[in-house]
C-alpha cells in the first residue's frame, strides 16, 4: 500500500458527462501528480501541482481541469467527455523535499460508453 | 520534449533465468531514472531508481545500470520468481516530472 488512496476505484458514465476523480496524497506529501493511463497513449503525464499550486502541465486537455485544496487533496474534473477519454487515471504523490520519488495510487478506471 | 523508448515489449523467461529491459532517452537534462513494476489492476510501484550522477544501483535481485553519454538505461532482474510477472516501466525525469516508456510484459514461467 502506498499510502496513496484514489476515489471512486471504477466510473461508468455517457458521452458529454461530467465527472470528478479524488486523490488523497501520502501523509506529509506537497505535491501531487495526476496520470492517465491508455492502451494507446500509454502512461502520460497530465497535471502536477504542489501546495496548492499548479507547478507543471503536460498533455491535459482543455477539457480537463485539475486542483490541490488546502487540506492537498486532489480533484481532476473531466469534462464533455468522449469516448476516448476512457482510461486508467492515477494519482501520485511525493515529497519534494525528500526526491524525486513518486509514489502511485490504485487508479480510477473510467468508462465512457 | 523528452521521448524514452523501452524494449522489447513483451519477455518471457523460465524461473531461475534473468531477465534485462532497457530504455532510452532523448533529453540530456533528464536526471533521475525511476523503474516501476505494475501488476494488474494496481498503480505502478517504484521498484529501483538511479541518478545521473551514478553508473549502477542495485537491490537484491534488481539492478539498474545508466549510460549518460549513449543515453540508455536498463534494468536487470537476476534468479527470476513466478511473482516477478508484471509489466514494468521505466522513466526518465527532468525537473521532476517522468517521462515514461510503453512497458515491458515480463512473464516467468515456473
Known amino acids: 500500500d502506498s499510502g496513496v488512496t484514489q476515489t471512486p476505484k471504477h466510473l461508468i458514465t455517457a458521452t458529454g458527462q461530467r465527472v470528478t476523480l479524488r486523490c488523497s496524497p501520502r501523509s506529509g506529501d506537497l505535491s501531487v501528480y495526476w496520470y492517465q493511463q491508455s492502451l494507446d497513449q500509454g502512461l502520460q503525464f497530465l497535471i502536477q501541482y504542489y501546495n496548492g499550486e499548479e507547478r507543471a502541465k503536460g498533455n491535459i486537455l482543455e477539457r480537463f481541469s485539475a486542483q490541490q485544496f488546502p487540506d492537498l487533496h486532489s480533484e481532476l474534473n473531466l469534462s464533455s467527455l468522449e469516448l476516448g477519454d476512457s482510461a486508467l487515471y492515477f494519482c501520485a504523490s511525493s515529497d519534494l523535499k525528500q526526491g524525486d520519488e513518486q509514489f502511485f495510487g490504485p487508479g480510477t478506471r473510467l468508462t465512457v460508453l | 520534449g523528452e521521448n524514452v523508448e523501452q524494449h522489447p515489449s513483451t519477455l518471457s523467461v523460465q524461473e531461475g533465468d534473468s531477465a534485462v529491459i532497457k530504455c532510452t532517452y532523448s533529453?540530456?537534462?533528464?536526471?533521475?531514472f525511476p523503474w516501476y513494476k505494475q501488476e494488474l489492476g494496481k498503480g505502478p510501484q517504484l521498484i529501483i531508481d538511479?541518478?545521473?550522477?551514478?553508473g549502477e544501483k542495485k537491490d537484491q535481485r534488481i539492478a539498474v545500470t545508466l549510460n549518460k553519454t549513449a543515453k540508455h538505461f536498463s534494468l536487470h532482474i537476476t534468479e527470476t520468481q513466478p511473482e516477478d510477472s508484471a509489466v514494468y516501466f521505466c522513466?526518465?525525469?527532468?525537473?521532476?516530472?517522468?517521462?515514461f516508456g510503453r512497458g515491458t510484459s515480463l512473464i516467468v514461467h515456473p
Open positions: 522513466a526518465a525525469t527532468n525537473s521532476y516530472i517522468p517521462t
Open positions: 538511479i541518478r545521473s550522477n551514478v
Open positions: 533529453d540530456s537534462a533528464s536526471n533521475y
